[in-house]
């Protein structure tokens, strides 16, 4: 039995879309703003704009300023910055539009190889000359295409949609 001739199980490809469309996303979990995970979250999003979302459900955006025991400083745009407590149940996000492209063109290009590997398998045309009585499309074409496909697909969605980062206060 070659390789591509396994049958590629529906549920599997289910499987690995959905956990490649999770890693355009990371949430980091902590109890507190100065724990070490929270520390590192505040450090690599300072500057950036994120959204405080309370556990009331108010949101505020503004750029990060830092942030000092549970209070956040956010710098919102045309006004003086503001000082946001955050309790447990909080939300601190930041997207990032650039990163997401990447991310969903790379997952884009697995996702269309795994299409071609399936297609070359599955689609075919009876021919009695061949082997098998079956004609399978040349997969030296079909990868390459769906997985260019693919990936400039996953490109525009992760450019559109970008990469979120979130912290979560418990």
Known sequence: MRPLDRRIQPGSAVTALLLALASCASVTR??????????????ESMGAEIVVESTGGVKTTGRLLGA??????????????VALPVAPGANLRETRRGRGAWQGALVGAGIGVAMGLLLTQTAGSPNPDS???????PGAV????????????????????????RLELR
């Open 30 to 43: 902590t109890s507190r703003l100065e724990s070490e995970a929270g520390g590192d979250w505040i450090t």
């Open 142 to 165: 079909v990868i390459p295409l769906s997985a260019l496909a693919g990936t400039v697909l996953g490109g525009l969605l992760g450019f559109a949609a970008g990469a979120e980062r």
């Open 131 to 137: 082997a098998g009585g079956v004609e399978h499309p």
């Open 68 to 81: 000092k025991a549970d209070v956040v400083h956010l710098q919102e745009t045309g006004l003086a910055p």
